[in-house]
């Protein structure tokens, strides 16, 4: 193998720590990561985690971009090879010309090594050993350590971890100056012993503005207490456990009566998923705000309850943080991959309204307006989530809430309106929206209760099994559906630079590879109108979107092209038109990826004169 | 159509209660089951009990399952909201219910299939989460709406209609609530009336999980020789610890038995329970007690009625969780939201 030239880059390239599970790397990593936001310049970080608690590899990847883009590149610029076990493995993945960094305490053969990579070696171990005698503190020190040599290597600012260090152990005096001990530790061996800097680099500048760094999940669940909900029954399954927890610790922020001290929140951790819809069922049934989060084999659980949910019209509000399926899957890897599985949960003909958020930002946007809808819809509402957006930092614009919303508490009929003596008819549709008014339950002594089953009914809740009083309900119940069209979030168009027959159509996670993936199509020289769906009921721009192009890639990472198939069944569009795009090892989708399957497949089309790629 | 509606007509001679509301304001649909089916009855108890309780009907939310048992919330309280979920999830929604507006009263309708089988653990974490709720069970060791099948409450030994023998073990629904901390459990059947009515009326005053397994044959597949849900059979092995009176708050108590056979168990909404003993030596406070009194009857095929235990001092899911005395539902984006000022706040902190 011939020598390559090492990577040279100032704030553009990706790092990867590979470490072992349960070593306490995660806070040394993501403190890496948060020093170059520090530094101005937006990073992209990434958990690749297993399905374990310990001994299994891990991974953190670090895209730092001063471009902005967030999506995972592919390939790795720089790797810090901590963990022996995945050591070939991880080598291997170094782009040529990029860097290894490794404990170099022990000599490695050099067989273990590539010709046209820089090996970078610190005797990590036995600095560490040198200077701590606690097991423990061996082990956690030695990534603040290694810290400290990246710190050099990179040219990073100490003064900004310092900071970062200082802000994490406020207040406990004695860790804060030893984590800054050990980072100096490991700073000044490398500014002794090794070339610094190395070809990449980072140097400060403006690029982060006021966006914020934060979680999916705790993003929404910030958006729950926001858009009021009340009552959260949850079930433990990564990766939405966060969503509860983050819940959980925010309730315990906002949501305590400040004379009482009592709870304006009840958080219940169901047996199980089925108790959990249940419990935000008769809770939403009951007039509260209620929700749940959950991953797919939960959904797959909660189905009946989500039939009921839609056939006797009470508001639930999930969040499905979704991984790799089908049953147990890869629990820990991200797909976008219950599309179907939650459009059409349960038996019967049901369809339910989907959300998908791209961001923390719309995360939290739509788990508040989620409450709205269900409340004004009379519904289940699925806020579609996944891991990668779920459980990665992810750089955003800042939470925004206007203090004059009003909580949309949808049609319920008063004591008072009842008194008027309005026609009261649980399943009536007054409006024509197919939406029926609702009384809460203890509302009037003698007029407006009714009786909630799921068994069919006719408009004043009465048990039959006439079927022209089945089939009205049930056409009532797509008008409502159409209706649901234009409450959800619209789609999002942005179009080529130059009029083109082709249009990409791509939603949720998968949104800022698909941004930088249009950058390097243009590069190939191929123009494509975008189009990001951000719910289901589709609006009518959808369709508009399908019947202006030739051909729509629909870009998901799924096996199947999920969306793709829903938007074939619900616009009767000929599915030649649409080009599934399809990523579903459990990684998420990258730019690189979408821009060689369009590209290849336009390329195949001959739309463009073909071009060589450029490398 | 198997709805029908019950005529409006008041006799204007009709008694009222406290509230001015007569039986009638306490009834629901005509029922729809089987003539002489034991859940009838247990639907008359819980009428009279609401009538003697003087409760605004309106303020009950009446849950159940799905079964011929779980169907009889739509005979009663016709005034109030109910709910028919799916089967053995009533006690999930129940749950959420009574999280969602802690003052209302909430009445759990439930069949022996619904809650020992499909719903075995729901019925198991609502009363270990403690729900401010009455959970009934009519319990006939039979599913009657899909015709006729064991339900997991059959006796082992005892005989289906056609005459097969269930060869499992029979899950005791009572011995089950003792043992998951329920503050109130008791043991009734259907054709006593005045033993279920009292039960009924101290387990909606009770302020905490309260549980009552009802024995209601089913006369269309499990009222033969044979079975140990059978009207005869109850009859026959009933043995009743004690018998009880509810007296309201308000009213003086005039106890007139003889000392030393009446226990006055007062509860948190001021209602008096009295306690007649019939066995001299059971003690409802005993929790352990009630559970190997209850074994050893049961070894002996004998049914123990009456209130089993009672906890006065229970607290109920609201206590535990420490939700604030305003029902959850009825606040609003003044008190739920914390503002922008404080979203403001959360960003910078996340720079
Ligand atoms: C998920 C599901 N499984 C099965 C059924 C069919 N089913 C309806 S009622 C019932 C059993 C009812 O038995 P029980 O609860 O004892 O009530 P009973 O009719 O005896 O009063 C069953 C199995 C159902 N409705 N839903
Ligand atoms: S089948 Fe049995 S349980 Fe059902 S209504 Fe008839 S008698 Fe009652």
Redesign the pocket.
């Known amino acids: 193998m011939s020598d390559k030239k090492p990577i040279s880059s100032v704030n553009d390239f990706v790092v990867r720590f590979a470490n072992v599970n349960g070593s306490g790397s995660a806070s040394a990593n993501e403190m890496f990561a948060r020093a170059i936001l520090r530094h101005g310049v937006p990073v992209s970080p990434r958990n690749i985690f297993p399905s374990n608690i310990q001994g299994l590899p891990t991974w953190y990847e670090v895209r730092v971009t001063e471009d902005g883009h967030l999506g995972a590149r592919g390939g790795v610029d720089l790797m810090v090879a901590m963990n022996p076990q995945t050591w070939d493995k991880d080598v291997a993945g170094i782009e040529p010309g990029g860097y290894l960094f490794y404990d170099s305490t022990k000599p490695m053969p050099s067989t273990k090594f590539r010709d046209d990579i820089t090996v970078i070696g610190v005797p990590l171990t036995a600095i560490t050993n040198s200077t701590y005698t606690d097991p423990r503190q061996r082990q956690l020190f030695k990534n603040i350590i290694y810290l400290g040599a990246l710190s050099a290597l990179l040219e990073m600012d100490p003064k900004l971890i310092e900071q970062l260090i200082g802000e994490q152990y406020k207040g406990k005096e004695k860790l804060l100056s030893s984590n800054v001990h050990a980072l100096h530790l490991g700073r000044d061996w490398a500014l002794q012993n090794l070339k610094c800097p190395i070809g990449l680099r980072v140097k400060k500048s403006d690029k982060v503005g006021d966006r914020i760094f934060i979680e999916g999940n705790s993003a929404a669940a910030l958006g729950a207490v926001y858009g009021g909900a009340t009552i959260c029954a949850w079930y433990p399954i990564t990766p939405s456990s966060s969503v509860a927890e983050a819940f959980t610790s925010h309730c315990k922020k906002y949501r305590h009566d400040p004379e009482t001290g009592k709870a304006k929140y009840a958080i219940v951790q169901g047996e199980d998923e089925l108790a959990s819809i249940g419990i935000v069922i008769g809770a939403s049934w009951n007039g509260a705000r209620a929700f749940t989060a959950t991953s797919g084999p939960g959904i797959s659980l909660m189905t009946?309850f989500i039939g009921l949910s839609y056939f006797a019209e009470i508001p639930a509000v999930i969040m499905n943080i979704q991984r790799a399926g089908p049953s147990t899957g890869m629990p820990t890897r991200t797909q976008q991959c219950d599309i179907i599985a939650c459009a059409y949960a349960s038996h019967g003909d049901t369809k339910h309204v989907l959300l998908f958020p791209e961001d923390p930002a719309e995360a939290f946007e739509f788990a508040a307006a989620a409450f709205d809808l269900a409340e004004r819809l009379q519904t289940t509402i699925f806020l579609m989530l996944d891991l990668d957006i779920g459980m990665n930092h992810r750089l955003c614009r800042p939470l925004k809430w206007d203090d004059a919303r009003q909580y949309d508490r949808g049609k319920v009929m008063t004591a008072e309106m009842l008194e008027e003596g309005r026609d009261f008819g649980r399943y009536l549709d007054v409006d024509g929206d197919g939406i029926p008014y609702r009384t809460y339950p203890g509302t009037h002594p003698t007029k407006g209760s009714f009786f909630t089953r799921g068994t069919s009914r006719d408009r004043y809740a009465r048990y039959s099994e006439e079927g022209t009083v089945y089939a009205d309900n049930m056409q009532r119940l797509v008008r409502k559906f159409e209706t649901a069209q234009d409450l959800v979030p619209r789609p999002l168009q942005a179009n080529a630079e130059r009029p083109t027959k082709y249009g990409v159509i791509y939603f949720g996670s998968t949104s800022p590879a698909m941004d930088e993936a249009i950058g390097l199509l243009e590069a190939r020289g191929h123009q494509l109108d975008r189009l990001r769906i951000r719910a289901f009921p589709f609006h009518s721009s959808v369709a508009s979107f399908l019947a202006e192009h030739d051909f729509v890639y629909v870009v998901e990472q799924n096996r199947d092209s999920q969306l793709r198939q829903l938007i074939v069944n619900e616009n009767g569009i000929d599915p030649v038109r649409l080009v599934p795009i399809v990523h579903y090892d459990g990684t998420p989708i990258t730019a690189r990826y979408i821009a060689k399957a369009i590209g290849d497949h336009q390329d195949h089309l001959k739309v463009t004169p073909l071009r060589k790629a450029v490398s | 159509m198997t709805y029908i509606a019950k005529p409006k007509f008041h006799h204007p001679g009709l008694k009222k209660n406290e509230l001015g509301y007569t039986h009638r304001d306490y009834e629901g649909k005509i029922s729809t089951l089987c003539a002489g089916c034991g859940?009838d009855s247990i639907t008359a108890s819980i009428i009279e009990a609401c009538y003697e309780l003087s409760i605004e009907p309106h303020r009950v939310a009446k849950i159940s399952?799905?079964?011929?048992?779980?169907k009889t919330p739509d005979y009663f309280l016709g005034n109030s909201h109910g709910f028919n979920s799916?089967?053995?999830r009533m006690p999930s929604v129940l749950t959420g219910a009574n999280l969602a507006n802690r003052d209302l009263i909430y009445l759990g309708v439930?069949?022996?299939?619904?809650?020992a089988?499909?719903g075995f653990g729901q019925f198991a974490h609502s009363i270990r989460r403690g729900v401010n709720m009455t959970y009934i069970v009519?319990?006939?060791g039979?599913?009657?709406?899909?015709k006729g099948?064991f339900?997991a409450t059959a006796d082992r030994g005892s005989k289906s209609k056609k005459g097969v023998t269930n060869t499992d073990n029979a899950i005791d629904l009572v011995a089950i609530a003792l043992q998951l901390g329920a503050t109130f459990v008791a043991r009734s059947f259907s054709g006593d009336k005045s033993q279920l009515v009292p039960l009924i009326a101290a387990a909606i005053g009770h302020k905490g999980a309260s549980f009552i397994d009802v024995i209601?044959p089913?006369i269309a597949f499990n009222n033969h020789a044979g079975s140990t849900k059978s009207f005869d059979y109850v009859r026959e092995h009933n043995d009743a610890v004690n018998r009880l009176d509810v007296l309201v708050g308000r009213d003086p108590i005039a106890v007139d038995y003889a000392p030393g056979t009446v226990q006055v168990v007062e509860q948190h909404d001021g209602s008096k329970i009295a306690l007649r003993k019939i066995d001299a030596d059971y003690d409802p406070h005993d929790r352990l007690g009630a559970q190997t009194f209850l074994a050893k009857h049961a070894a002996k095929g004998q049914i123990v009625t009456g209130l089993l235990y009672v906890d006065p001092d229970a607290e109920d899911l609201h206590a535990h969780l420490n939700t604030v005395e305003t029902p959850l539902n009825a606040l609003e984006a003044d008190t739920l939201c914390p503002g922008s000022a404080v979203l403001d706040k959360i960003n910078a902190s996340l720079r």
């Open positions: 009946e | 859940h399952g799905i079964g011929c048992s779980s799916v089967h053995g439930s069949g022996d299939g619904d809650s089988s499909i009519e319990n006939n039979v599913y009657g709406l899909t099948q339900s209601s089913c």
